[in-house]
Nanobody, 123 residues
């Protein structure tokens, strides 16, 4: 089983930046792909970005050019650098671990989720 712990959330003004971290422990070798997700109040949780073991990244259109996902496998840590933040980026951000299927769809493990970190962007 993989244990994930997010950190780095906070309150920032629109146009500002934050860097989220996701520290992984446990069955690290089982991780093929990791992802960041977010859930705004009253909305469903949605995928933000993914990164494979090979470093291939994928982003939802709304964050392309503003967010960068990365991994430091030597430190078992994944990051999400968020620049040019907008009020609509306000959400609880979660990290996950799983795999990417042959169709390119990311499948997070059912129990491989962090508890989330709050990001609030003021206008």
């Amino acid at each position: 089983q993989v244990r994930l712990v997010e950190s780095g959330g906070g309150l920032v003004q629109a146009g500002g930046s934050l860097r989220l971290s996701c520290a992984a422990s446990g069955s690290i070798a089982s991780i093929a792909t990791m992802g960041w997700h977010r859930q705004a109040p009253g909305k469903q949780r949605g995928l933000v970005a993914t990164i494979t073991n090979g470093g291939r990244t994928n982003y939802v259109d709304s964050v392309k050019g503003r967010f960068t996902i990365s991994r430091d496998r030597s430190e078992n840590t994944m990051y999400l650098q968020m620049n040019y933040l907008k009020p609509e980026d306000t959400a609880v951000y979660y990290c996950s671990a799983g795999f990417t299927g042959s169709s390119g769809i990311y499948y997070p493990g059912a129990s491989s989720w962090g508890h989330g970190t709050q990001v609030t962007v003021s206008s």
